[in-house]
């Protein structure tokens, strides 16, 4: 009874800010530009014959996955931004007195931040779907909207960025300070990681340790991304696999960020 009175005070704390929806708003609208943009830059390109080829059977997941390959950095600012905004005001203060157990409080906010990246990943795949097919439609293109493996992609999306706002979570007990972990979402997400990936395929034992990075990791368990498909590489998890990793990210992250800074006396 106490977990689930910590998970409805968390929902409660999530919806009673703007945060979740600014970023909704924002990640609606990147993914739903990237999504269309791409869809009509390679339909053109099928039907002027110019430009990359890309099957047409692999091109509406490779749109689609937009929701994850470039809309995952919004579940994770989500999670780590719920930890550190509490850090920053001190409302783990009353939170604590209200419910001494600091491990039912991290749980709850782990498994409430969990169903909110679910959430996310819902309202992704919404805007990249909606945008690529509308565009793949205009061009002739059919998105395959009704096959199972779709489907089983839009699950292991979904998936997804419920363990990117899971591992937010992990990173903002870990590191408390709001602006470092801001600073450390952006710089990893869109820097450090796509160069390691670069660097990790050019040799067969990098690229053996590159598949573990979380971004890979993440494209293993979707099955379709933006990335791999401009730097295919034979090293690859299986989609399960990748999803362990991720989750074993969160998990470590939170474990850590437990026995370091949510331990401690935050007044």
């Known amino acids: 009874m106490r977990f689930f009175a ?3 005070s968390e929902i409660t704390k999530l919806l009673s800010t703007r945060l ?10 990147y993914v739903a530009l990237c999504a269309g943009g791409l869809a009509a830059i390679f339909g053109g390109f099928g039907t002027t014959g110019r430009g990359p080829a890309i099957p047409e ?4 997941l490779l749109i689609f996955s937009f929701a994850t390959s470039v809309g995952y950095v919004f ?5 780590a931004l719920a930890v550190t905004s509490e850090f920053r005001f001190q409302s783990l203060t009353p939170t604590f007195l209200a419910q ?7 749980g709850g906010k782990l498994l409430t931040l969990f169903l909110a990246g679910a959430a996310y990943g819902v309202i992704a795949l919404i805007a990249s779907i909606g945008a690529g097919a509308a ?21 292991r999306s979904v998936l ?7 591992i937010g979570v992990g990173l903002g007990a870990l590191v408390p300070s709001q ?44 099955g379709a991304s933006i990335y791999t498909s401009i730097s295919p590489s034979s090293v690859a998890l299986d989609w399960w696999q990748g999803g362990l990793v991720l989750a074993a990210i969160a998990v470590i992250a939170t474990v850590i960020g437990f026995f370091t800074s949510w331990r401690r006396d935050v007044s």
Do not use: C, K, N, Y
């Open 75 to 79: 579940p994770v600012l989500l999670g």
């Open 57 to 60: 059977a692999q091109l509406p």
């Open 160 to 166: 997804a960025m419920a363990l990117w706002a899971a």
């Open 100 to 106: 001494p157990r600091r491990t039912v409080v991290l």
């Open 6 to 8: 910590a998970v409805h």
């Open 20 to 29: 979740w929806w600014v970023l909704a708003l924002i990640m609606v609208g």
């Open 179 to 222: 602006i470092a972990a801001i600073v450390i979402v952006l710089a990893f997400t869109q820097f450090v990681e796509p160069l390691l990936r670069v660097g990790a395929s050019i040799t067969d034992w990098s690229a053996q340790v590159g598949q573990f990075l979380p971004g890979s990791a993440s494209d293993a368990l979707v």
């Open 135 to 155: 565009v793949l439609g205009a061009f002739g293109i059919d998105p395959l909207l009704g096959e199972p493996d779709t489907w089983a992609f839009i699950g």
